[in-house]
Each structure stands twice: as C-alpha cells, then as structure tokens.
C-alpha cells in the first residue's frame, strides 16, 4: 500500500486523507534474487487449449499468484533439506522439463531407489496418485514425502534424522517465510498442510502446451484426424500411436494407456513390463508414466532415459512394447497382453523411426526456461522478498501539519522500511518500523516535500 501526499499547502489536509494506491505504477525490474511480491508473475490463469478437459485440481486448493509464488520458494529452497544441500529442484530440473539427467539423483544420504519424474502437466493428469507405483494420494499428499524421506531431503525422524517438525521450527524462524505465507494465508503460522497446498499450487501450474502436436491439434478437429503441419513420417507415427487394433490395422496401440490429448497414464494401468530396480533385483510396482509430453526437447535429446529405472533410450522402449518379454513378468497389464500371449507388435524400422518421429512433436519449448518457473534464489543462494505489509497503510495528518502518523498491519515481530519517494522510481528509507505483537505499524512522519509517496517494505536477505 501507498499513500501520497502532496504537501502543496492549502490542500494538504485533504490529499494527505485521501490515499492513492499505486500497484500498477510500480515496476520494479525482475532481477535475479529478487521477488517482487507487488508485481506477481501470472500462475493462476495460464491459457489452457480448449482440448484440454482433465485437471485434478482439488476443491480449496486452486493455484493462486501468490501461493504458486510462495510453492516456487520453497520447491527451490535448499533449507527444505535438513544440512541446506538439496532441492525439490536438486533433483527435479527446469532446463530437463523438472526431471533429472541423471539414472538416480542424489540427496542428502545417498541416492534415489527409481529415476526422477518429469513434472509436466501434472495437473492435467486423470491418475490423481502420485509417484511410479501411486502411492502418494495425491499431489498435495506427495509433495512433503521427499522432505520425509531420509535419502531424498533427510526430515524422517527416524533413524537420528530430524523431524517434520523440526522442519517447522526451522522455517518459522525465516522472516521472509512469515511474511510470506502471512500474505498467502492471512497470518504467519507454517503448517504441513500449508507447505503442501503451495508446493502442490506450483507443480500443478509447470504447463507445456506450445508443442507441434498442439500446433497442430488446434487446426483440427479431433485428435486422429491427419495434422496439417506435420511430416508424412509424423502422421505415420501417430497413427501408430493412436490407432485401436483391428484385424488389418498396423497400430502399436499406445494411446490405450497414454492417452491424447493429455497424454497422461489412464488410471488403471498395471505394469508395462518394466520390472528392473537402479540397483539391480526386481520392481514390478510400478503402474503410473509421467506425461509422454517433454520426454525430449524438440532436438530430441532426452530429458534423462527413460522409464522408473532410468535406462532406456527411446529406441529401447519402442523395442520393449515391440517384444514385451516372455514369460509376462509380474502384474503385466492385459492390454499387453493380446490372446493371453505377451506383445509382439512386429514393427518394422520406418514404423520405429515414424514413432519416434510422433513422440518429438510432443516435446514444447518455453516450460524450459520460462522465468515464473525458475529458481527465484540468486548464484549465491540469497533471496530478497520485496512486498508490502496487508491491509490499508493509513496517515493522519497533526494539527500543526507538519507531522503526520503513518500505520499499516505487518507481520508481528517483522521489522519493514517505511520508504519515501517524490516519483515513484527512486525510494530512500526513511526509517525501520517493527510491527509490534498484534501486527501493527506506526512511526511519525515530517512532512516536508512538494510531493511525498511513502510505501513499507520488508527486504531480506538471508
Ligand atoms: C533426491 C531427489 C529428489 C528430491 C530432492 C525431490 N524429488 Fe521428487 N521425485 C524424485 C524421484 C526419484 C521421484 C520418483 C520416485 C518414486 O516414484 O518412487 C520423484 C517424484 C516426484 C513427483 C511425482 C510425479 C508424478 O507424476 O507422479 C512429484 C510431484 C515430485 N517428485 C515433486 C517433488 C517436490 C515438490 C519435491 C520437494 C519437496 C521433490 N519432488 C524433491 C526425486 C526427488
Ligand atoms: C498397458 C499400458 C501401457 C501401454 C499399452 C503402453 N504404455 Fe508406456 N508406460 C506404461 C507405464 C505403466 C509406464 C511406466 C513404467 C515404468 O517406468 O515402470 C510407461 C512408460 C512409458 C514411457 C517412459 C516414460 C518416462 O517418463 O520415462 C514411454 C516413453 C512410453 N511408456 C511410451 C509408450 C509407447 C510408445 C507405447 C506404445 C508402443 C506405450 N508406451 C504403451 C503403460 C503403458
């Protein structure tokens, strides 16, 4: 909030009473290190193609700017571990479509038992259970396992480790998280059930819909119909991909699982056949896939192998649904099993190649490096929050005009700068104000200026 006051004389009482609240003016240049809660980047309503009809959004708990800014926080905060070394995004990278290039990624005591999941889409996905083998409940349920698990982020409290709990003491005492998650839910205190909601608001809002396929699919009708912008070889694999079984029909019948538009694993899936664990014996638990969109950028280079193993090229996983083993592993899917008898789909090479050809057209461009989604901490690891504190910044004028009371309502215990400015552009600090325990701010002004603008602000750094 913003006041402005004009110390023009004859009309000083009035324009100091009246406030002028000026968000829009401010732009403060996005800088690395930086965030700028006054001028939030746009989570809450992205364009989503009209073919576009699953989202697992669950009641209460709708992407905000300001939740998903506070999720993006946290998802790069390397204090979510409990020795400050490892992210949500140590093992979930942009620059990979939020997946790991790695076969297992390294936490704090070790590294994973499967490979890292991209997260792309996951809203939009149908299966509402999270994880290779759906044991999380939900996003929200899923996204304070990893600070839980002792390899991945350490908070387990077993074993020595330190306690969710302990997580909370932690953060309760990072002044940019009180004003933080004030602002996002009315007052300071940091639950698990609050870290979850926002954690699940920014994953919910990583969406990438600016591939060739949805290009194409735009110019369309439906998703079988040929897409004009697409190769001869592209069409090919996509029929591959999308066409039903029938007596005649060359179809490798992927979109019985991996279902267009979405591309997401429909619910019921069991096992594809994959049952091999990183550190060798078996894991054939595993029922859910990631999107099949952004499994590679638009080069083709993939984002980390494929599968909850981590080892397989593209060739390799074309080449697994071509000859799926026999004997059937496991829990093996019966849609993988036609007549009882494990797959063999017979592919020649042209009909490899124009698979593989389809599943690049799915792979979109701007979710790699789109700023809302990057890590908001600087090379250092600091971070500034700038914002202002809630509700109305008042001023009252002194009988001798001259002076005047400022107040605003702040976060107990924070101190903010009471910051001044004649053109809205250069702001000085005028002085450090301390909410006191029920929130309030209040300092005493001198009015001395043509024009004075004055704004709280709280700046941190860690
Ligand atoms: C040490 C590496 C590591 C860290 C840290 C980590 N993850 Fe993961 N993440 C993984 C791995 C590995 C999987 C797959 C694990 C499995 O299925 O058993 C996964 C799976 C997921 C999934 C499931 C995606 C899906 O489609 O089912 C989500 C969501 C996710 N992580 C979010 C997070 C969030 C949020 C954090 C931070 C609080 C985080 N991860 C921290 C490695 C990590
Ligand atoms: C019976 C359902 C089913 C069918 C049919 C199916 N898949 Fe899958 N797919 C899965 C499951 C389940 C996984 C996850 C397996 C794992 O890692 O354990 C998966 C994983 C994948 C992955 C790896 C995803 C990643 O993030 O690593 C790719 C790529 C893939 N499938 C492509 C295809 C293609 C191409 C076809 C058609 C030839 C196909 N699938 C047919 C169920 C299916």
Same mark, same amino acid.
């Given at each position: 909030? !913003?006041?402005?006051?004009?110390?023009?004389?004859?009309?000083?009482?009035?324009?100091?009473?009246?406030?002028?609240? *000026?968000?829009?003016?401010?732009?403060?240049?996005?800088?690395?290190?930086?965030?700028?809660?006054?001028?939030?980047?746009?989570?809450?309503?992205?364009?989503? +193609?009209?073919?576009?009809?699953?989202?697992?959004? +669950?009641?209460? /708990?709708?992407?905000?700017?300001?939740?998903?800014?506070?999720?993006?926080?946290?998802?790069?905060?390397?204090?979510?571990?409990?020795?400050?070394?490892?992210?949500?995004?140590?093992?979930?990278?942009?620059?990979?479509?939020?997946?790991?290039?790695?076969?297992?990624?390294?936490?704090?005591?070790?590294?994973?038992?499967?490979?890292?999941?991209?997260?792309?889409?996951?809203?939009?996905?149908?299966?509402?259970?999270?994880?290779?083998?759906?044991?999380?409940?939900?996003?929200?349920?899923?996204?304070?396992?990893?600070?839980?698990?002792?390899?991945?982020?350490?908070?387990?409290?077993?074993?020595?480790?330190?306690?969710?709990?302990?997580?909370?003491?932690?953060?309760?005492?990072?002044?940019?998280?009180?004003? *933080?998650?004030?602002?996002?839910?009315?007052?300071?205190?940091?639950?698990?059930?609050?870290?979850?909601?926002?954690?699940?608001?920014?994953?919910?809002?990583?969406?990438?819909?600016?591939?060739?396929?949805?290009?194409?699919?735009?110019?369309? /009708?439906?998703?079988?119909? %040929?897409?004009?912008?697409?190769?001869?070889?592209?069409?090919?694999?996509?029929?591959?991909?999308?066409?039903?079984?029938?007596?005649?029909?060359?179809?490798?019948?992927?979109?019985?699982?991996?279902?267009?538009?979405?591309?997401?694993?429909?619910?019921?899936?069991?096992?594809?056949?994959?049952?091999?664990?990183?550190?060798?014996?078996?894991?054939?638990?595993?029922?859910?896939?990631?999107?099949?969109?952004?499994?590679?950028?638009?080069?083709?280079?993939?984002?980390?192998?494929?599968?909850?193993?981590?080892?397989?090229?593209?060739?390799?996983?074309?080449?697994?649904?071509?000859?799926?083993?026999?004997?059937?592993? %496991?829990?093996?899917?019966?849609?993988?099993?036609?007549?009882?008898? %494990?797959?063999?789909?017979?592919?020649?090479?042209?009909?490899?190649?124009?698979?593989?050809?389809?599943?690049?057209? *799915?792979?979109?461009?701007?979710?790699?490096?789109?700023?809302?989604?990057?890590?908001?901490?600087?090379?250092?690891?600091?971070?500034?929050?700038?914002? !202002?504190?809630?509700?109305?910044?008042?001023?009252?004028? *002194?009988?001798?005009?001259?002076?005047?009371?400022?107040?605003?309502?702040?976060? %107990?215990?924070?101190?903010?700068?009471?910051?001044?400015?004649?053109?809205?552009?250069?702001?000085?600090?005028?002085?450090?104000?301390?909410?006191?325990?029920?929130?309030?701010?209040?300092?005493?002004?001198?009015?001395?200026?043509?024009?004075?603008?004055?704004?709280?602000?709280?700046?941190?750094?860690?």
């Amino acid at each position: 909030m !913003m006041a402005q006051m004009k110390s023009v004389k004859p009309k000083l009482r009035s324009v100091l009473l009246s406030l002028v609240v *000026l968000w829009s003016g401010v732009s403060v240049l996005a800088q690395d290190g930086v965030l700028d809660l006054s001028d939030l980047a746009n989570y809450a309503n992205q364009t989503v +193609p009209a073919y576009i009809n699953r989202d697992n959004t +669950p009641n209460g /708990n709708d992407i905000t700017d300001l939740g998903a800014t506070l999720g993006r926080v946290l998802f790069y905060d390397k204090r979510l571990s409990f020795n400050d070394t490892i992210s949500c995004a140590s093992c979930h990278q942009q620059a990979h479509a939020f997946s790991d290039l790695d076969r297992a990624s390294t936490g704090v005591a070790g590294t994973t038992g499967r490979h890292s999941m991209r997260l792309i889409n996951a809203r939009f996905a149908d299966e509402q259970r999270f994880f290779w083998d759906e044991r999380a409940t939900s996003l929200e349920d899923q996204t304070t396992q990893p600070i839980q698990d002792h390899i991945e982020m350490g908070f387990s409290g077993t074993g020595g480790d330190p306690s969710f709990a302990d997580l909370i003491t932690k953060l309760s005492a990072i002044e940019e998280y009180q004003v *933080l998650f004030a602002m996002v839910f009315g007052d300071a205190a940091i639950t698990e059930t609050r870290v979850q909601q926002s954690l699940a608001q920014f994953v919910r809002s990583i969406q990438s819909f600016d591939s060739k396929w949805d290009l194409g699919r735009a110019q369309v /009708n439906d998703d079988v119909a %040929p897409f004009p912008n697409f190769t001869a070889q592209e069409n090919a694999g996509k029929d591959l991909f999308m066409r039903r079984p029938g007596p005649g029909v060359r179809s490798a019948n992927c979109v019985v699982c991996h279902r267009a538009p979405e591309f997401d694993i429909t619910p019921n899936s069991l096992s594809n056949g994959v049952v091999g664990a990183i550190g060798g014996g078996t894991d054939t638990t595993n029922t859910r896939s990631p999107s099949l969109r952004d499994i590679m950028k638009t080069d083709g280079t993939l984002n980390g192998e494929l599968m909850h193993t981590g080892d397989f090229t593209l060739r390799e996983v074309i080449d697994h649904y071509n000859t799926i083993p026999n004997p059937p592993p %496991p829990n093996l899917d019966n849609r993988l099993r036609p007549r009882g008898q %494990p797959q063999r789909l017979n592919l020649t090479e042209t009909e490899k190649l124009n698979l593989e050809a389809f599943l690049r057209t *799915l792979s979109g461009t701007s979710v790699y490096t789109d700023p809302r989604w990057s890590d908001p901490f600087d090379a250092q690891g600091n971070l500034s929050v700038i914002t !202002m504190p809630d509700g109305q910044l008042a001023i009252t004028l *002194l009988p001798d005009q001259t002076q005047a009371d400022i107040t605003a309502r702040g976060v %107990p215990g924070i101190t903010y700068q009471l910051q001044q400015s004649a053109d809205l552009e250069t702001w000085t600090d005028t002085a450090d104000v301390t909410a006191n325990g029920s929130g309030a701010l209040s300092t005493r002004i001198t009015v001395d200026q043509e024009r004075q603008f004055f704004r709280f602000v709280f700046q941190t750094s860690e």
